[in-house]
């Protein structure tokens, strides 16, 4: 029986839970895709997947321990061998996919379903961008398409340098808008760069004290709250959260301010089979470059966990399975 190496955790808890361990390799079902993963990201969504935080999480998981034991939401590899019934796709074909209750996919072979949530990669895009490419823009998606942008509107991101605020900063630059976007003083270009028209320093200056309304505030991050904000948005602005907010008010608040002139809107993502062609548009179209903050080898990936953790992470860190030189 052929083994490969996986990364590991039998039950939630911190990173140094998680194992790289020899385990049987998969083999592909009549309707499923054998892929070589060449690179993987370390997300927020893996963070919670590990750790079972917020508790809701054991919901889908697994309420006492996990049901899944590979780590893993997204991936770009290659095809190695497809199943009996599988037509659409070829061996050596590049792919990327995404699913954020788990896809073990931080190991060195997964078997999957091609049921939307695998595409081929661009040409354009290398392996380490389309594996940073997936989870910030799955959740961005839901900000900018859960509400009606126009142009000429003011819009505020706060977190615009985390995996989601990068790429919805990205995403609402398409519309004639003025954005304001939050950063530390290091990614002040960087934000600029990605199409902020004006930049408030965090480590400077508490956003929510500013005079300025705008229509939308898009809360990437999910560090401050509605009540923070409300002062902040115009006549029938609103309020949207990357997270359930203290006590899981934002999910209340979504009810109790439906009809009132601000509001909040709790940015429930999209299925993966709507967001995925729009991001792979994006990509082949050079309108979303992901970023990357740095890339660690599979050995180290425990590390990796612990900087995402900590909350620091510039765009998408990066776990590298294959040689990608």
Same mark, same amino acid.
């Given at each position: 029986?052929?083994?490969?190496? $996986?990364?590991?955790?039998?039950?939630?808890?911190?990173?140094?839970?998680?194992?790289?361990?020899?385990?049987?390799?998969?083999?592909?079902? #009549?309707?499923?895709?054998?892929?070589? /993963?060449?690179?993987?990201? /370390?997300?927020?969504? @893996?963070?919670?997947?590990?750790?079972?935080?917020? +508790?809701?999480?054991? +919901?889908?998981?697994? +309420?006492?321990?996990?049901? %899944?034991?590979?780590?893993?939401? #997204?991936?770009?590899?290659?095809?190695?061998?497809?199943?009996?019934?599988?037509?659409?796709?070829?061996? *050596?074909?590049?792919?990327?996919?995404?699913? #954020?209750?788990?896809?073990?996919?931080?190991?060195?072979?997964?078997? !999957?379903?091609?049921?939307?949530?695998?595409?081929?990669?661009?040409? *354009?895009? @290398?392996?380490?961008?389309?594996?940073?490419?997936?989870?910030?823009?799955?959740?961005?998606?839901?900000?900018?398409?859960?509400?009606?942008?126009? &142009?000429?509107?003011?819009?505020?991101?706060?977190?615009?340098?985390?995996?989601?605020?990068? $790429?919805?900063?990205?995403? /609402?630059?398409?519309?004639?808008?003025?954005? =304001?976007?939050?950063?530390?003083?290091? *990614?002040? @270009?960087?934000?600029?760069?990605?199409?902020?028209?004006?930049? !408030?320093?965090?480590?400077?200056? @508490?956003? =929510?004290?500013?005079?300025?309304?705008?229509?939308?505030?898009?809360?990437?991050?999910?560090?401050?709250?509605?009540?923070?904000?409300?002062?902040?948005?115009?006549?029938?602005?609103?309020?949207?959260?990357?997270?359930?907010?203290?006590? &899981?008010?934002?999910? +209340?608040? $979504?009810?109790? =301010?439906?009809?009132?002139?601000?509001? /909040? !809107?709790?940015?429930?993502?999209?299925?993966?089979?709507?967001?995925?062609?729009?991001?792979?548009?994006?990509?082949?179209?050079?309108?979303?470059?992901?970023?990357?903050?740095?890339?660690?080898?599979?050995?180290?990936?425990?590390?990796?966990?612990?900087?995402?953790? $900590?909350?620091?992470?510039?765009?998408?860190? !990066?776990? %590298?399975?294959?040689?990608?030189?």
């Amino acid at each position: 029986m052929q083994k490969m190496k $996986a990364a590991v955790r039998k039950t939630y808890g911190p990173p140094r839970k998680i194992k790289i361990e020899e385990i049987e390799k998969p083999v592909p079902g #009549d309707d499923e895709l054998l892929i070589r /993963v060449y690179a993987t990201s /370390v997300n927020r969504t @893996d963070c919670a997947n590990l750790t079972a935080k917020p +508790f809701i999480m054991r +919901f889908v998981l697994g +309420f006492l321990k996990p049901r %899944k034991k590979i780590l893993g939401t #997204d991936f770009a590899g290659q095809v190695e061998a497809i199943g009996k019934n599988i037509e659409a796709w070829s061996v *050596n074909d590049r792919v990327f996919g995404f699913l #954020d209750t788990g896809l073990e996919s931080q190991a060195e072979f997964l078997a !999957i379903k091609p049921d939307g949530s695998v595409l081929p990669i661009p040409e *354009n895009i @290398d392996y380490k961008q389309a594996a940073a490419s997936l989870e910030g823009a799955h959740y961005a998606y839901a900000f900018v398409h859960k509400v009606d942008i126009q &142009a000429g509107q003011r819009i505020l991101i706060n977190g615009a340098t985390g995996g989601i605020g990068s $790429a919805l900063l990205q995403l /609402v630059r398409q519309y004639d808008v003025e954005i =304001t976007a939050t950063c530390n003083t290091k *990614n002040k @270009d960087l934000i600029q760069s990605l199409g902020a028209h004006r930049i !408030i320093d965090y480590t400077k200056e @508490d956003f =929510t004290t500013g005079s300025k309304k705008y229509d939308y505030i898009f809360d990437a991050v999910g560090k401050s709250t509605f009540g923070k904000c409300k002062p902040l948005l115009k006549k029938h602005g609103v309020y949207i959260s990357s997270e359930l907010g203290p006590f &899981a008010q934002n999910i +209340f608040f $979504a009810v109790f =301010t439906s009809f009132s002139n601000r509001k /909040v !809107i709790f940015a429930v993502p999209y299925s993966i089979q709507k967001t995925l062609p729009y991001i792979h548009d994006l990509l082949k179209r050079g309108k979303y470059v992901p970023v990357i903050d740095r890339e660690y080898p599979f050995e180290d990936i425990s590390k990796a966990y612990e900087y995402v953790i $900590a909350g620091k992470k510039t765009g998408s860190v !990066i776990i %590298k399975l294959q040689n990608l030189e």
